[in-house]
Every structure is written in C-alpha cells, then in structure tokens.
C-alpha cells in the first residue's frame, strides 16, 4: 500500500539504526483505501517514549494496541472521498471502531464502522448508508 522510493531515503548512521531501520523524507500511497495515523506512547520501566505510526489496517491496529508496553494515545484515519462521499482526502480523529456483520439475500460480509470524535459522523467500509443494517455489531478498538 505505501510505496518507497530510493531518492526519498535519508541516511542514517549505523549507530541510529542497528536493526536496519531507513528514514524515508516521503512514501507514496498507492491504493484509495482508508489509512491510519496512530500516535502511541511506549511505557518502559523508566521512562515513557512517543511516537508515531503509518498503518495500512485495522488488524495492524489491534496488534499495536494489543502490545502490553504500548498506549494507543490517539489515532486518526485518512479517508478517501469514495469512503466519506466528499470531494477530496480527509483525515479524522476516531473515538472508536466497531464491527458488524451486513446480510444479504446472497451473502455475508462484515463492515468496519469508524465513529469520528467530536463529530456526528461516521465512516464505512465498504460504504453503507446506516447502522441499522448491521448484526452482531462489537467494539473493536476505543480511543
């Protein structure tokens, strides 16, 4: 989904990067699928780190906020206008990710439902017009 290119690496010294870590000063987004801005704050026995991370999923969510040394301070999600029926990109802060399952006469398939913070809006993916078509909705991940 994110694309690297040489020319936008940055070096870094050995010593700043002993598992092979790589900066990058831009990375290209290749689909129009939702992504993720999490801000995250490493609990250590001495001393409290943040940071921030680019995700591709909410299953790369789940495994950062299932981390017991990591804190999900606040995440955001970038929004392609197909998604939120706009004419451009928007990134929104989430107060929350749900889940629930849509049926229909041929089939099953679960929707992600992301509830904006401090907003009346809400997200879904794939697009849908109301929660009411939802079954079996549960709470994935809470900011």
Known sequence: ??????????PLPKELAPNGEKL???IHVQLHKAWFY???EHVFEDL??????????????????????????A???????HLIGNDCWRMYRLRRILRGLKKSRSNKSWTTVFEIYDE???I?????ATTDKLKNIEVVLEF
């Not at 989904?1 to 940055?10: A, H, N, Q, R, V």
């Not at 995440?75 to 206008?81: E, G, M, Q, R």
């Open 1 to 10: 989904m994110f694309e690297t290119i040489e020319t936008s690496e940055i």
């Open 24 to 26: 990058w000063s831009y």
């Open 38 to 40: 999490a801000e995250v």
């Open 48 to 73: 409290n780190a943040h940071s921030m991370y680019i995700l591709s999923s909410v299953s790369q969510l789940e495994s950062l906020a299932s981390n017991p040394s990591t804190k999900l301070t």
């Open 75 to 81: 995440v955001h999600i970038s929004a392609p206008k």
């Open 120 to 122: 009346e809006k809400t």
């Open 124 to 128: 879904y993916d794939p697009p849908l």
